[in-house]
């Protein structure tokens, strides 16, 4: 969670909805985010576009009518949650969709059933103006913080999936809300509509300009012009009009030639992309050609705007999840096994860490999101498979338990560390509470005695923030009763477990369809939290009990969760209440012993 500059805001005390829209906004697109709290990989729309891919595949035979029913469910859920769906088909088209059972339809029908609700969401982008209008009311209406947050997601993975680059979508938001100059005050709850409408799904000319290699490119001179490429070894023809482009030329030397991509994007990191790919393809026919190595081209690339006529500096740089952060400490006993692990080859555990090191090490070293994400999906394969006939019934039994365990522990100290950062005072107040020895479990008795007086001063240290102070308040009302405990936790198993599956069809679909998902980059960086997650639990019970044997830490990371369900089970059909003398057993219960 990051707090932007307030400089440009005034009265804001009138303004709070627009300010909890510019945080969450902030927070989603933000690399730095808690797995939880990062931007979700698809909405209704998207996740009826995966389904009528998947009948598809299923029609021809490369994929189980079995991978159906878990999307259908899926479905189901996002529709129960979503408030765009029902202002588009009504609340009676709503409920036809979740009364139907899908399970015993036939394939044909099912195609039918999805096709008419496809063509309703996005027949004259519906879904999508239908989120930017909903959106709108939500902030100027004051409506529920939930709504907006819900809305603010479900309009970023639009305008992704659409072709704008969440790199772009960022700066946009930064700027709007904290430091840029346009609007230079922010004093109108209206002003929300100015921010949704600098998105109008316009596509823009560009021109993006490499610097290659000149023995190789200039081979392809006479050969790429109808891909919308042109190799330029003339610089002097370039320079005069862009002074990025003329300062870009005078870093070539004798040995470069300029590489010209013409092409059309809604902003200029996409554009920046789609050039790379033009590229891409051509060098890897060349290299199969060839047989060498593929032609070299420089990170740094200048794109001009050609409407605006303007012209930025990007280099091209790995997008892998950057703000991600590994929590493990490495003292000298984990430098030591570290040592072990990567040297050691006695045993094919051994080997299997080591190499699951090597494949998270590829995909931070590659800048193409098609081969980060398939050598991080690789790391679970080698990792967790021998030879299972039902590979992803294995992964989701192995990595639900690593993903889910200590789920509540971690939102607590995610919680813990934004209060910290936005105002270090309140490090002093957990620390100073007698009950708990980590700083989650003090943090989740202060919040257990909502009337305590280290309550109310957290309450009173966070007023200006209310991102900060809708947290606290939800997870208060969660952590205060078993049955809504046991619902979130439930609700976060199920969602990882579809999205563990997801990824196993996008990781199919790479491979033997040669397709890539729209929404490849939100994957990627889920996907990568997931991966950090697991390899810390892994090395840090390797640490504290000088194995390697990762299928006997899978076991005792699977004992310790299903214990902490089977405990909130029974709190829940007994009705308890989480009080200070529970409430480190039902929230801390998967925790291993320290």
Same mark, same amino acid.
């Given at each position: 969670?990051?707090?932007?500059?307030?400089?440009?805001? +005034?009265?804001?005390?009138? !303004?709070?909805?627009? $300010?909890?829209?510019? #945080?969450?906004?902030?927070? /989603? %697109? &933000?690399?730095?985010?808690?797995?939880?709290?990062?931007?979700?990989?698809?909405?209704?729309?998207?996740?009826?576009?995966?389904?009528?891919?998947?009948?598809?595949?299923?029609?021809?035979?490369?994929?189980?009518?079995?991978?159906?029913?878990?999307?259908?469910?899926?479905?189901?859920?996002?529709?129960?949650?979503?408030?765009?769906?029902?202002?588009?088909?009504?609340?009676?088209?709503?409920?036809?969709?979740?009364?139907?059972?899908?399970?015993?339809?036939?394939?044909?029908?099912?195609?039918?059933?999805?096709? +008419?609700?496809?063509?309703? !969401?996005?027949?004259? $982008?519906?879904?999508? #103006?239908?989120?930017?209008? /909903? %959106? &709108?009311?939500?902030?100027?209406?004051?409506?529920?913080?939930?709504?907006?947050?819900?809305?603010?997601?479900?309009?970023?993975?639009?305008?992704?999936?659409?072709?704008?680059?969440?790199?772009?979508?960022?700066?946009?938001?930064?700027?709007?809300?904290?430091?840029?100059?346009?609007?230079?005050?922010?004093?109108?709850?209206?002003?929300?509509?100015?921010?949704?409408?600098?998105?109008?799904?316009?596509?823009?000319?560009?021109?993006?300009?490499?610097?290659?290699?000149?023995?190789?490119?200039?081979?392809?001179?006479?050969?790429?012009?109808? !891909?919308?490429?042109?190799?330029?070894?003339?610089?002097?023809?370039?320079?005069?009009?862009?002074?990025?482009?003329?300062?870009?030329?005078?870093?070539?030397?004798?040995?470069?030639?300029?590489?010209?991509?013409?092409?059309?994007?809604?902003?200029?990191?996409?554009?920046?992309?789609?050039?790379?790919?033009?590229?891409?393809?051509?060098?890897?026919?060349?290299?199969?050609?060839?047989?060498?190595?593929?032609?070299?081209?420089?990170?740094?690339?200048?794109?001009?705007?050609?409407?605006?006529?303007?012209?930025?500096?990007?280099?091209?740089?790995?997008?892998?999840?950057?703000?991600?952060?590994?929590?493990?400490?490495?003292?000298?006993?984990?430098?030591?096994?570290?040592?072990?692990?990567?040297?050691?080859?006695?045993?094919?555990?051994?080997?299997?860490?080591?190499?699951?090191?090597?494949?998270?090490?590829?995909?931070?070293?590659?800048?193409?999101?098609?081969?980060?994400?398939?050598?991080?999906?690789?790391?679970?394969?080698?990792?967790?498979?021998?030879?299972?006939?039902?590979?992803?019934?294995?992964?989701?039994?192995?990595?639900?338990?690593?993903?889910?365990?200590?789920?509540?522990?971690?939102?607590?100290?995610?919680?813990?560390?934004?209060?910290?950062?936005?105002?270090?005072?309140?490090?002093?107040?957990?620390?100073?509470?007698?009950?708990?020895?980590?700083?989650?479990?003090?943090?989740?008795?202060?919040?257990?005695?909502?009337?305590?007086?280290?309550?109310?001063?957290?309450?009173?240290?966070?007023?200006?923030?209310?991102?900060?102070?809708?947290?606290?308040?939800?997870?208060?009302?969660?952590?205060?009763?078993?049955?809504?405990?046991?619902?979130?936790?439930?609700?976060?198993?199920?969602?990882?477990?579809?999205?563990?599956?997801?990824?196993?069809?996008?990781?199919?679909?790479?491979?033997?369809?040669?397709?890539?998902?729209?929404?490849?980059?939100?994957?990627?960086?889920?996907?990568?939290?997931?991966?950090?997650?697991?390899?810390?639990?892994?090395?840090?019970?390797?640490?504290?009990?000088?194995?390697?044997?990762?299928?006997?830490?899978?076991?005792?990371?699977?004992?310790?969760?299903?214990?902490?369900?089977?405990?909130?089970?029974?709190?829940?059909?007994?009705?308890?209440?989480?009080?200070?003398?529970?409430?480190?057993?039902?929230?801390?219960?998967?925790?291993?012993?320290?």
């Amino acid at each position: 969670m990051i707090q932007g500059n307030l400089g440009k805001w +005034k009265n804001i005390s009138k !303004l709070e909805p627009l $300010l909890y829209f510019g #945080e969450i906004s902030y927070e /989603l %697109l &933000s690399t730095k985010s808690y797995e939880k709290y990062m931007l979700s990989t698809l909405n209704v729309r998207l996740l009826i576009e995966e389904i009528r891919d998947v009948i598809v595949g299923v029609e021809e035979g490369t994929i189980t009518y079995g991978s159906l029913p878990p999307l259908i469910d899926e479905l189901k859920f996002m529709l129960r949650e979503d408030a765009i769906v029902p202002k588009i088909i009504g609340h009676i088209g709503v409920e036809y969709y979740l009364q139907l059972r899908f399970d015993h339809l036939q394939l044909i029908e099912l195609k039918s059933t999805i096709e +008419k609700l496809h063509i309703d !969401l996005n027949k004259n $982008l519906k879904y999508f #103006e239908t989120v930017k209008s /909903l %959106l &709108s009311a939500a902030v100027t209406q004051n409506t529920n913080k939930k709504d907006i947050e819900k809305l603010a997601k479900a309009f970023y993975i639009e305008l992704i999936n659409y072709g704008y680059h969440k790199r772009y979508i960022y700066f946009v938001i930064k700027n709007f809300f904290f430091s840029g100059n346009w609007p230079k005050e922010i004093n109108d709850i209206s002003q929300i509509n100015q921010f949704v409408n600098i998105f109008k799904l316009e596509k823009k000319s560009y021109e993006v300009i490499f610097r290659g290699e000149r023995s190789s490119f200039l081979k392809l001179k006479g050969s790429v012009e109808n !891909l919308g490429l042109k190799i330029i070894d003339n610089f002097e023809s370039c320079k005069g009009k862009y002074f990025q482009l003329d300062k870009f030329i005078e870093n070539s030397t004798q040995k470069d030639v300029l590489i010209q991509v013409e092409l059309e994007a809604y902003d200029e990191t996409s554009a920046k992309e789609i050039a790379e790919e033009s590229i891409e393809y051509i060098t890897d026919v060349y290299a199969y050609f060839q047989h060498k190595k593929r032609p070299a081209w420089n990170d740094e690339v200048i794109v001009i705007n050609k409407h605006e006529e303007r012209a930025i500096h990007l280099f091209v740089k790995d997008e892998i999840n950057e703000g991600h952060e590994n929590k493990i400490i490495f003292n000298e006993k984990s430098q030591q096994l570290l040592h072990k692990i990567m040297t050691s080859y006695k045993s094919t555990k051994d080997y299997k860490f080591k190499r699951g090191l090597e494949l998270h090490g590829m995909a931070m070293n590659t800048r193409y999101i098609e081969n980060q994400f398939l050598n991080l999906w690789s790391i679970f394969e080698t990792m967790f498979l021998n030879n299972e006939k039902d590979k992803i019934l294995k992964l989701c039994n192995v990595l639900i338990p690593f993903i889910c365990k200590e789920y509540i522990s971690k939102i607590l100290f995610d919680l813990y560390s934004n209060l910290v950062d936005y105002n270090p005072d309140i490090k002093v107040i957990v620390e100073n509470c007698k009950l708990g020895s980590s700083v989650e479990e003090k943090l989740a008795a202060i919040i257990i005695q909502e009337n305590s007086s280290a309550y109310r001063r957290i309450e009173e240290e966070i007023i200006h923030y209310p991102l900060l102070q809708n947290r606290l308040k939800w997870i208060k009302s969660n952590i205060t009763s078993s049955e809504k405990l046991y619902e979130l936790v439930e609700r976060y198993r199920q969602k990882i477990e579809w999205h563990i599956k997801r990824m196993y069809r996008a990781r199919n679909f790479m491979l033997h369809e040669g397709k890539v998902f729209s929404n490849i980059h939100l994957l990627v960086d889920n996907l990568h939290s997931y991966i950090d997650s697991v390899i810390n639990q892994l090395w840090s019970f390797m640490i504290k009990n000088d194995t390697t044997a990762i299928d006997h830490i899978s076991i005792e990371v699977d004992m310790r969760y299903s214990y902490h369900i089977r405990r909130l089970k029974e709190a829940m059909a007994q009705k308890k209440e989480i009080t200070l003398d529970n409430f480190k057993d039902l929230l801390f219960s998967d925790q291993f012993e320290k």
